[in-house]
Every structure is written in structure tokens, then in C-alpha cells.
């Protein structure tokens, strides 16, 4: 069993940064690839980021290109997501998930294992 726990969520200003973490309860969390997603109200569960077992390749959804950055620690089993120049529509409750190998594309069913969740809300 893979627990996520994600956390630094909360209200910021447009303009502005929060970052994000999560941290693995799993031991091999370095076997893992990591992604972060987002649901706003009443929309679809999309992809942000992800990032390899090992932290040297990186991808991100055009939408947060520039802006967002994940990073992972293995050493401390966490995995960050970095967002600056935050805008409205960033506002979503922001998951991490978690498969063990490589993923392939960015579809939420290659992840295996899911956080709670935590929200981000970005005022105009």
C-alpha cells in the first residue's frame, strides 16, 4: 500500500507562488514515477506535470509550461510541485500521484495510486 499525502495549499493572490508537496509512505519511492494533476468544479481530472523515477526527465501540460516545476527528493520520499505567476484558472483541488516505473503519456489511469488531495485557490 502506497499512501499520498499532499500539502501548502491554500488562497493566494493572481501573481503570486505556492508549492505543493507530497509526500510517499512508500520505502521504494525512488522506483516510482510521480505526477501532479488538477480537478476543478465540475471539469475533468487534467494532467500538470510529472516527473521519472530518478528526477532527470520532466513534462508538463502546456497550460503551466514556464510557470509550474516538479521536482522530487528521494532521499525524503517527497515529491514538489513549484507554482509561480499563479492565475484563476489554476484554482483546482491539485492531486499527486504515483506508478510504479515509467509512465508513458499523461492519462490519470497510468497512475496507480492517488493523494487526498489539496486545494489551490487563486484570487483575481
Known amino acids: 500500500q502506497v499512501q499520498l499525502v499532499e500539502s501548502g495549499g491554500g488562497l493566494v493572490q493572481a501573481g503570486g507562488s505556492l508549492r505543493l508537496s507530497c509526500a510517499a509512505s512508500e520505502p521504494t519511492f525512488r522506483s516510482y514515477s510521480m505526477g501532479w494533476f488538477r480537478q476543478a468544479p465540475g471539469k475533468e481530472r487534467d494532467f500538470v506535470a510529472r516527473i521519472s523515477r530518478g528526477g532527470a526527465n520532466r513534462y508538463y501540460a502546456d497550460s503551466v509550461k514556464g510557470r509550474f516545476t516538479i521536482s522530487r527528493d528521494n532521499t525524503v520520499n517527497t515529491v514538489y510541485l513549484q507554482m509561480n505567476s499563479l492565475k484563476p484558472e489554476d484554482t483546482a483541488v491539485y492531486y499527486c500521484?504515483?506508478?510504479?516505473?515509467?509512465?508513458?503519456?499523461?492519462?490519470?489511469?497510468?497512475?496507480?495510486?492517488w493523494g487526498q488531495g489539496t486545494q489551490v485557490t487563486v484570487s483575481s
Open positions: 500521484a504515483a506508478k510504479f516505473g515509467a509512465v508513458i503519456a499523461t492519462a490519470s489511469d497510468e497512475y496507480d495510486y
